[in-house]
């Protein structure tokens, strides 16, 4: 064996000893990924449906704005929802978008009563700050 082989056959041994270790570490590199897009994943639902509920004040807007607002905000939770990994969030999205559908049913209805709707809204809002945190 020549000395340029034998470097040759180090470098390589070498290359493959550095290697290897990390091959039985993919699973644990991989986990370690999925957690940390699942928590920026949650983190981010969490922040856009934090605005979503806290920017919306029906009782300022006529009954039209009310409606539509309340129905953007509804599918925007739902796909929110519909998207969250973490199932607490998953379930608190979706009932503040079911909150949000039931608005703007009983705005085209004319059943302008708000003060219940606010009520259940607020209670939905700290939910959901207490399952993001």
């Known amino acids: 064996m020549t000395g340029r082989m034998w470097v040759r056959q180090v ?17 644990e590199i991989n ?16 922040t856009e449906a934090l605005g979503i509920a806290t920017s919306f004040n029906p009782e300022s807007l006529d009954p039209q704005q009310v409606r539509e607002q309340a129905e953007e ?28 559908v039931e608005l703007e049913r009983k ?4 059943l302008g ?11 939905n809002i700290e939910r959901l700050r207490q399952v993001c945190l």
Request: hydrophobic share 45%; aromatic share 2%.
């Open 107 to 110: 705005q085209a209805e004319g």
């Open 73 to 100: 905000k509804a599918k925007r939770l739902q796909e929110l929802g519909n998207n969250a990994a973490d199932a607490n969030v998953r379930e608190t999205l979706l009932t503040m978008a079911d909150g949000y």
């Open 113 to 123: 009563n708000l003060t219940d709707w606010v009520r259940r809204n607020t209670e």
């Open 11 to 27: 470098i390589a041994g070498a290359a493959l000893a550095a290697v290897l270790p990390l091959a039985g570490c993919t699973d």
């Open 31 to 46: 986990s370690a990924v999925e957690k940390a897009d699942g928590v920026a994943g949650k983190a981010g639902a969490c």
